[in-house]
């Protein structure tokens, strides 16, 4: 989401449907949050032409914003929401507290949400858990604090519940998820884990199965030059082209622990693209998904010292991803190639989403859902349970099978793509005006 120019006063446009999204904070360095961001304005602006969306972000202020709908550009406005020590700040959201217990007191961010017909959150698809720490656990929860605070229809859009190591914790996420006008899991594993946090509250009406929005973003190619440059790799190949995302977060020494993995992930990165490379033509395309430089979970710098050390052997043969491009053009890139191994399970997404058969490298129990979703769940490489060897002997098995897998993908997405429709129309029933437009309408 670029800068546009600046989009109509609150006031402009009675009657339009209006809506706050939250939860997807770290766009544009994080792709696979950017991807939930870009997918859920697509699909809201498609459906409701007229709707007044307000994007909450890590930012400052009140900034013009743009999303891509139908591939052309759409002014929202972005927010600064932030749990912050800068309390006199209004994107602080104890300031926002405590605006709303003096009548608002001009907060802008406060005032969207009182505006607001729904208040969808995203929870950056993984992050409604306090297995990233309690700080982050209560960044999360604030904003559906206010919601609820302020009386507005909160829509936890689909993503994964849990786990919860804390009772504390999980006893005020409980409380969050039951006051929510609606809440969707993203795959049947997460439903399981929103039906055990409930308990007797879980109703079916309400809570609901569905499918991560990542799966409805369209790919779009990007411009000339990085689209040049990709066409004249890709037209030089004359073997099946490997699509590689290396984390950076899993590969970082203190992860081995943190995740309790048995194994080196950035070893079975260098030995699955030397096994896949030995095979005459083939190409491996390193493609990173977090652009953070300077932070840990950058993927920047490992994968660009993995393609120096994979170049100097292999050569061309072996090219790294353009930097720029948004997630819309890194899902057209992944979906150029012939096989795909993620450590990011966005860029996972990216590729089933496109019919490209994929592997990914887990770390947590929240892959085996998602992959299930598209019916891929053997796929998955499990790094707390597997060793260097026996992981890639697991994607090894995963690139020869990659005939059969793209043919039983091509079988299941339609399917899977009719969900997400279906789940926006739940949706809107319960909180959007009388008549959407309907997809293609």
Avoid at 167 to 174: G, I, N, V
Avoid at 181 to 193: E, G, I, K, V
Avoid at 272 to 299: C, F, I, M, Q
Avoid at 358 to 378: H, N, P, T
């Amino acid at each position: 989401m670029t800068a546009a120019a600046e989009p109509e006063p609150d006031g402009a446009g009675p009657g339009r449907f209006r809506a706050c999204l939250f939860g997807t904070g770290g766009a544009p360095a994080n792709l696979g949050v950017a991807a939930l961001r870009a997918a859920a304005l697509d699909l809201l602006l498609t459906r409701l032409p007229d709707a007044r969306i307000t994007v909450f972000d890590d930012g400052w202020g009140q900034r013009p914003g743009q999303a891509h709908v139908a591939g052309r550009p759409r002014p929202v406005r972005l927010v600064g929401a932030r749990r912050s020590r800068r309390v006199h700040r209004p994107e602080s959201y104890l300031n926002m507290r405590v605006s709303a217990a003096f009548g608002g007191l001009g907060n802008a961010g406060l005032a969207a949400i009182d505006a607001a017909d729904a208040v969808f959150d995203l929870s950056g698809g993984d992050s409604f858990t306090d297995g990233y720490g309690e700080r982050r656990f209560r960044m999360v929860a604030w904003p559906k604090r206010l919601a609820l605070l302020r009386g507005r229809p909160l829509v936890l859009l689909p993503q994964t519940y849990g786990p919860f190591r804390s009772p504390r914790l999980r006893q005020t996420a409980a409380g969050l998820v039951r006051g929510a006008a609606m809440a969707w899991a993203r795959d049947p594993d997460s439903y399981a884990a929103l039906g055990e946090l409930l308990g007797p509250d879980l109703d079916p009406a309400r809570h609901r199965s569905g499918v991560d929005l990542a799966f409805a973003l369209r790919p779009h190619e990007p411009a000339a030059p990085a689209r040049d440059a990709v066409a004249a790799w890709l037209a030089a190949a004359r073997g099946p082209v490997i699509g590689l995302n290396v984390s950076g977060l899993l590969t970082r020494a203190e992860s081995m622990v943190r995740f309790r993995l048995r194994s080196d992930c950035l070893r079975v990165a260098r030995l699955l693209a030397a096994e896949v490379l030995a095979e005459p033509d083939t190409r491996v395309l390193l493609v990173p998904h977090v652009r953070a430089p300077g932070k840990p979970d950058d993927d920047t710098v490992v994968t660009e010292r993995l393609h120096e050390q994979l170049a100097r052997r292999y050569g061309d043969r072996v090219a790294l991803a353009p930097a720029g491009l948004d997630p819309h053009q890194t899902k057209w890139l992944i979906g150029r190639t012939d096989w795909f191994c993620g450590m990011r399970m966005h860029a996972a997404i990216a590729a089933l989403s496109c019919g490209v058969p994929a592997a990914v490298l887990a770390y947590s129990d929240k892959a085996a859902g998602v992959f299930a979703v598209a019916g891929q769940r053997r796929w998955v490489a499990d790094a707390r349970r597997c060793g260097d060897e026996e992981l890639v002997a697991h994607l090894r098995a995963a690139w020869r099978g990659r005939a059969a897998t793209a043919a039983d993908l091509a079988g299941r997405l339609p399917a899977v793509r009719s969900r997400v429709d279906d789940q926006l129309d739940a949706i809107l029933a319960l909180v959007g005006p009388q008549r959407p437009v309907p997809i293609g309408g």
